[in-house]
């Protein structure tokens, strides 16, 4: 008898903590939706017509997805359509999938996509565009044709990037030496052609650019890579990444009084704080906020029945620098 | 009426039968919870999903539920889904046909599920260690099969066909209105369900989780079975791992992370005890559901993911508090049997 009453009470808990549970998130989702003027349950409708909008990046927790949900958010309450970011917690193919799956069934007209890789995800778009849903990629596209595409072009900023380390250079009276290029790997398109562009803003110079080295992001292992160039005698280095912008900063700081001159690519605190002490030269940070906006911009067009035609926008990138790095959000 | 509350007080007894039920009943408040919140969680194809995006939580958990009733535990099993998914992918990429290419990725599969039987049931591991040992070396296979990269299309030596079909089968393609994942790991539940509830097999597996010793001397096989439990959860992971594979269309070296944990939360809100030696698999089909409708139910109210996780945490938490108090519930009644 005893044993039954424990198993109530636990079977009693249990219940208490899945409502208290549920009822708690009430609080966020809420918090989210007041920017779009939408009533406090997501299920009724918002002020203008009902339009629900889809942002699914590739997870919820990198600065870079988070900048590019306020920008949506704002956007969307301008527009006054509801925009929900319904991510995925972590980088995974087979989530990213399933909460594309959700949207199609939750009644979004139209989905703002990161994709995690070209290919994984292009069967789940397919079903969604069979539904009737819109398409529109933000920062990494898939290949599946969509109505529109809001990247950064990642080799006219690679090539900015490789300017402003000439110029640097030149200010110094510096016209040869080597440079080095700390990279993620050899597969990522995206760094890829940061890497590209790069090295094509040394093609008429006397500089001779090393081969590459890959540090998969990792900041520890970009900082060790760095060291090792600059043990080289390299006069400047490239970060191609968050992580790779961060050790190359810290690889310049720690050598001490250190002329190397390190270009970064993105932004964090820590990038940031290299580039304020003086140890990196700038960054190029992309624009996250504005691909969310221009993004719910083409989703409403794209709803309302216009042809966006598939055309892939520039969102450029924002030269952060001792300048201007301290009014940078 | 004495006789059907007998039957009734029978069907109560049947070991982790409560904790079971008690899953169920969770899992219907927290969906009709989820519904309430947004009426779209009720919808018919949210509903297909659910069951289709349960499917690989269900299979995961069975695996995990059957070595957790021998007293085990299985850390492999995630980096198992990442290397079958690569493994199938990249055969397939290179030309090797589907039906081969399964074939061929299930004989790995079995391999390791051997390993890990042999080092815990021969050698005598720790099976935290042996497992989190075999952990690495699947995933760093899962690495290796492809050269660090992730494969490509699965279709594009094979021709648009037969990866279709492979799609098909697995994940897209639907069966009397269900999606076929669903049906895969249905078949599957029932077959493990009735070869733990039904066989030999099933009695030798409880027996070694509840004692050892007691089960050796009379006369368990405690190796063979330990082993056949491990090759029992391997091929559960690679059917998984076709299934991560159908879905992206591709081969993913990090499919398939952290999923040894979710069976383990999946077969402890179900009622499998860590303990060993008690727990229904019908209790980890409601624990994988209860799961996936926490993920889904989360995600459609827009949900951020950081109370996804904390829900979860407490929900595994007092499932096996429950499991505890109870067991010890029963002890204090068995003492006070005997001073009587």
Redesign the interface.
Known sequence: M??KF??MA??A???G???T??G???T??TA??EASSAAS???SASASGNVKIALITMD??DQHWVTMNEGAQAEAAVKGVKC???S???????KQ???V??A????YKAIMVAAN?P??????LK?AQAAGIKIIYVDSPANVKAEATFSTDNVSAGKQAGEEMLKALKAKNVTKGNIGIVNV?A?TQSTVNREKGFRSAFTSSNFKLLDTQYCDGDASKAQSIAENYITQGVVGIFGANEGAATGTGNAIKAAKGSKVIGVGFDKSDTIKGLIKDGYLLCTMAQNPDIMGAKGVDACVDAINGKDLGGAVTDTGVTILNKDNVASAK | MIKKQNELKKFWKIRGMGAALTAFIGLIVIYIAFGLINPMVFSGQNILNLLRSMSKYLLIGVAQSCVMITGNIDLSLGSLVGMSAMIVATLMVSGVPVIAAIFITLLCGIAIGILNGLLVGKFKLPPFIATLGTMFVARGIAYMVNNNRNTDNIGIKLGKGSADAFQQFFYYGKTAGIYNTFWISLILFIAFFFLLSKTRTGRHIYAIGSNVEASKLSGVDVVRTTIKTYIFSSVCAVIVGFILCAQAGMGNMEAGNMYEMYGVAAGVIGGVSPLGGSGLLLGTFAGAAVWQTLENGLNMIGAQVGIQRIVIGIIVVLAVLMDVVIRSGKKIKIANKSTK
Do not use: H, W, Y
């Open positions: 005893k044993r424990i198993a636990c079977c808990a249990l219940i903590t899945a409502l549970g549920c708690g998130n009430t966020p989702t989210s939706t349950t997501p299920a919820q927790i929900d970011f319904i995925p917690d972590t980088k995974d193919d087979s999938i399933e909460c799956n959700n199609v069934s939750n009644g890789g290919d994984a995800i292009s069967s789940a079903d790997n597969a």
